[in-house]
DNA sequence: CCTTGCCTTAGAGTCCACTCGAAGGCTTAT
DNA sequence: ATAAGCCTTCGAGTGGACTCTAAGGCAAGG
């Protein structure tokens, strides 16, 4: 069975052996000791620490995830929590990329412009800044 | 010709006056002055700004603004250099939304895991964990 | 008249998630 | 044997974008 010391662990999942004490530190990833107290990661570690990135990366933050981290700890009795945290991670992650999209899309638009593809009637425009305050009244509805 | 003072124009586009002003300092909005040196800005002001936040909201930095900013007082001679800028900032933004999508896959069919809703047989849990490793192999493509 | 709002400069404080350094001491690899 | 890697604690530094305070003063509305 393949085990990592904690450089190598490092090296493999792209973190720093600081960031990964820290996370040790705040409880998300409590790796196995040697005889030498010397940390050790196993395979299960690489899923468990690469699922965590997973939900660092829809924007769940420290504090979340060592809520979940700490429900995950307590058993079964848990799940229910654990499922309305995740639900809320969820769906701020939904409106994270809605926003993003309507912004993404107001770019493009200033791009297009930039390259002289708009025609620059003022219909156009104007049916452009309509749909722009419809997306900024949308946004406000969060 | 409607006119806003820093608090009415804060309270209209939901920043507080010392954003309003450190914008300003990093000369992102330079609004009017009257007689006695106080601050107005215009509806085109408005538009400008609320602008501005859609590109801030695609990821923009304060640094790729001022840049912006800069080149576009220079005049025509820059939409060449703005182009590029904001053709990065856009496929920036696309990356984003492609990461995120991919993180909150993980997450959804974490969710539909607590929920039971997932046959657990090896097969099934096997060709997810070879869609994760292909997201996470095109990450590493950026 | 008095409160509220605005003006200035300059600097300090906040938040988050790391990121690093120091110091002293084991352990592992070559 | 020697270097590289790892161990600890603990506190300080980083970056980005604000966010606020202090101090002293002018200006408009009720």
Known sequence: MTTYRIG???????????????????????????????????????????????????????????????????GDATTDQRLVLLHDVASEAHAQIRALQNNLAVLEHKIDWYQGKVDATIAEDESFEAYLNRLDQEEKHD
Do not use: C
Request: hydrophobic share 35%.
């Open 8 to 74: 190598q662990f490092a090296a493999k999942v792209g973190l720093s052996t600081y960031t990964l004490r820290y996370y040790e530190q705040e409880g998300l990833l409590l790796p196995h000791r040697d005889a030498n107290d010397q940390r050790y990661y196993t395979e299960a570690d690489v899923k468990w620490l690469i699922f965590i990135l997973h939900l660092k990366g829809t924007g769940m933050t420290m504090s979340q995830l060592k809520t979940y981290v700490k429900l995950r700890a307590q």
